[in-house]
Nanobody
């Protein structure tokens, strides 16, 4: 069974940076597409960024393009989300997810809180 554990969340002022990490275990990490999602209480969980297992292609929500960078390390079995120029509207619980096929995410982490103060 795949396990995902996020870390790196916290409180930061607007304009600041945070780096989220997600540790993957239980299966072969390099065979999974990986993604980051976020959720605000009372709202639907939304896609933030994804990185493919094959060629490392990346995909982003429009509002984070140019500010967030997703990356993966297939040796450390981890995926990262570097978040720069943070805005108060980025405040949410951020979740790491793994998809064995396409973008159908099968496994989710427990989430890490990111709070951006104005």
């Amino acid at each position: 069974q795949v396990q995902l554990v996020e870390s790196g969340g916290g409180l930061v002022q607007a304009g600041g940076s945070l780096r989220l990490s997600c540790a993957f275990s239980g299966r072969t990490f390099s065979t999974y597409n990986m993604g980051w999602f976020r959720q605000v209480p009372g709202k639907v969980r939304e896609f933030v960024a994804a990185i493919s297992r094959n060629d490392g292609s990346t995909y982003y929500k429009d509002s984070v393009k140019g500010r967030f960078t997703i990356s993966r390390d297939n040796v450390k079995n981890s995926v990262y989300l570097q978040m720069n120029s943070l805005k108060p509207e980025d405040t949410a619980v951020y979740y790491c997810a793994a998809a064995l096929t396409g973008q159908a995410y099968d496994y989710w982490g427990q989430g890490t809180q990111v709070t951006v103060s104005s």
